[in-house]
């Protein structure tokens, strides 16, 4: 009966799995065709078109836009997540004056949509004269509420007091006490912000549309959706772009998932 049930269990999980993965299939199987083609029947089967729709996108600077991509994205993971896990830490196990008061305004950012105050930022960038370059992409993640909350969280629930006090008390600096007993507890938590915030960082678009209108400075969203012109829109091409700009995220889940889960489920029982 055991026996049973665990194989009805993973019978019932691979049908869901090829469910969920079948999308991504017919997004490969679509970059294999010619754009117009997309249009008389459901693809099922690969074609033999992609050679020419590679050529397409490599000949609009695809990998220059890729690597932009790459870059900003591990720069701004690493700055949200270094400022968040100090901010987090800061309002989890310090007694400060205002500490209420400013985790609260931090918190209400959270209810602001972002775009309402793109255009503030953008202005912001124009006076320190770096809009044009990536600079405003990766300085976005200064601004990471959710980042500095889940942080505190995380560490409250997860870094026993009792165990930097100690430190304290053996002499260690604070410094130390941050380096060497709190940010091992931290790691599962940093885990998952950082494959949050690479995977934001790696889809933003509409940040991009807005401080860059240089096309060696793209980015993958913007190389991807300017490889239509005025006359024809690729489909193909630009599936085909979509699907090579998914990789890096896959991979980064498939290696990372263990750690994904330890942080979004490290804070939510205090032990």
């Known amino acids: 009966m055991k026996g049973l049930i665990k194989w009805s269990s993973i019978s019932l999980l691979s049908i869901f799995c090829l469910i969920f993965l079948f999308p991504f299939y017919m997004m490969i199987v679509m970059g294999t065709y010619y754009s117009e083609d997309l249009f008389r029947e459901l693809p099922i089967l690969p074609s033999n078109y992609l050679l020419e729709n590679l050529k397409t996108i490599m000949s609009a600077n695809f990998l220059l836009n890729y690597w932009n991509s790459f870059y900003v994205a591990v720069l701004f993971t690493v700055l949200s997540v270094g400022v968040a896990g100090l901010t987090g830490y800061a309002f989890a ?3 400060f004056k205002g500490r209420n008061v400013l985790y609260g305004f931090i918190l209400a950012t959270m209810m602001i949509p972002g775009q309402l105050g793109l255009i503030a930022y953008v202005m ?3 006076w320190f ?8 992409l990766i300085l976005a993640a200064l601004n990471n509420a959710f980042g500095v909350f889940f942080m505190a969280q995380f560490i409250r629930s997860s870094v026993p007091t009792e165990v930097i006090e100690s430190g304290r008390i053996d002499g260690c600096s604070e410094p130390g006490v941050l380096i060497r007993i709190v940010l091992p507890f931290m790691l599962p938590a940093m885990s998952t912000l ?3 915030s690479f ?3 790696w889809n933003n678009y509409l940040l991009p549309l807005v401080t860059i209108n240089k096309p060696e400075l793209y980015t993958l969203p913007l190389g991807i959706a300017n490889l239509s012109t005025v006359f024809r829109t690729d489909y193909s091409a630009s ?3 979509l699907t090579l700009g998914t990789l890096p995220l896959i991979i980064l889940f498939l290696f990372g998932s ?3 889960v330890q942080g ?3 804070g939510a029982v205090k032990g």
């Not at 004269?129 to 405003?136: D, F, I, W």
């Open 93 to 95: 196990k310090f007694e």
């Open 124 to 126: 912001e960038m124009k």
């Open 264 to 266: 979004l489920t490290g």
């Open 129 to 136: 004269h770096l809009n044009n370059t990536h600079a405003p």
């Open 199 to 201: 995977l934001g960082s």
């Open 258 to 260: 263990k750690t994904l």
């Open 194 to 196: 950082g494959l949050i």
């Open 239 to 241: 599936i085909l772009g």
